[in-house]
């Protein structure tokens, strides 16, 4: 029998939800202003349009305005850059995000570093890459490892300091910046990737194991120090036995269950998360456009 906490994102997410709507409605009453999301899509991607209708439902629901573009996956990236350009623009516009993957003829980074960083909701401009990495508080921050951290820090009452947290996945969009932000909080941070020696051995040492490498069921129970908190990032489509499919993440949940303290379950850890981070975002860079006081996120 496990007794670990089985953290659950979804209701933690309609929580920041909550909050998020209440903000919303204060920006309407006392500043007449409405943030609006913008989110652009290109090409067809089943996955892609599930998250992107989770999306705009939910910005919706939480009172701001959602703005969707949908282009064909033949776009050229000149016309791509104009589309961004002109959202940078746009001051109903407070947040941009430009939904990855992009088709192949397409640079994303040129994309990325087209988007006004105060409007770069995703957080993945090299300014606030930078800002992140200095510990300022100006950067916008991605917004998986943001809603990794809210649920670590509720977890463990505040505080992270000391704790040594291992990271598993060194991505631009989990890895790295999940890194920067244990490393503000005071962790004694290690990444680990696929060239790790004895990747076992060292994520076995964590007090927090984060796990994002896109690697169905990677972290075994053996890997995990008994009480640890695991947050797992990964979203992977399996096929079962019976010919559906389904999702699970990096970390073999069953067996991890059985010795962890805390863990996230996927569905329902980290995704939802994901989304309520994002709306978080847009109301702090409306915030900010507007030289209002924001709000504490977390
Ligand atoms: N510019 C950009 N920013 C992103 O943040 C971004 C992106 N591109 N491209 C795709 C990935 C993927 N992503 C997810 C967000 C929420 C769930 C989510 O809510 N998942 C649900 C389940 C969804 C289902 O059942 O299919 C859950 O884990 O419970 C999943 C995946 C954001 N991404």
């Known amino acids: 029998m496990s007794d670990a906490k089985i953290i659950d994102g979804k209701a933690f997410a309609q929580n920041v939800r909550k909050r ?11 500043e007449n202003l409405t943030p609006g999301l913008a989110v652009v899509l290109v090409g ?38 104009t589309l961004v350009q002109s959202l940078n623009e746009n001051p109903e516009v407070h947040g941009i995000l430009v939904q990855l ?6 640079s994303e980074e040129k994309v990325i570093e087209a988007i006004a960083p105060e409007k770069d909701v995703d957080g993945f401009h090299v ?7 200095t510990g300022s508080k100006d950067a916008m921050v991605p917004c998986t490892p943001l809603g990794c951290l809210m649920m670590l820090k509720d977890y463990f009452g505040g505080s992270l300091s000391g704790k040594r947290a291992v990271v598993v996945g060194r991505s631009n969009i989990v890895g790295k910046p999940m890194g ?37 069921k990677m ?6 120090k008994p009480g640890a908190a695991v947050i797992d990032v990964g979203i992977n489509r399996i096929e079962t036995p019976d010919g559906k499919t389904k999702l699970v993440g990096d970390v073999d949940f069953d067996e991890v269950v059985e010795v962890a303290g805390a863990i996230t379950p996927v569905p329902g850890g980290v995704g939802p998360m994901t989304i309520a981070c994002l709306l978080a975002n847009t109301v702090t860079a409306a915030c900010r456009q507007n030289k209002i006081d924001e709000p504490k996120v977390d």
């Open 101 to 106: 993957p992009l088709p192949k003829h397409i």
């Open 44 to 81: 067809e991607d089943p996955a892609s349009q599930v998250y992107v209708r989770n999306k705009v439902k939910q910005t919706e629901e939480c009172g701001m305005k959602s703005l969707e573009y949908r282009r064909d996956p033949d776009i050229s990236e000149q016309e791509l850059l």
């Open 219 to 224: 972290i075994k129970a053996d890997w995990v």
């Open 127 to 133: 300014i606030n890459t930078g800002l992140l990495a």
């Open 180 to 216: 920067a932000l244990l490393l503000n909080e005071s962790c004694t941070v290690t990444t680990v990737h696929s060239r790790t020696v004895d990747i076992e051995e060292e994520c076995r040492r964590a007090d927090i194991l984060v796990a994002a490498v896109g690697r169905a």
């Open 20 to 30: 998020v709507a209440k903000q919303v409605e204060e920006l309407k009453h006392y």
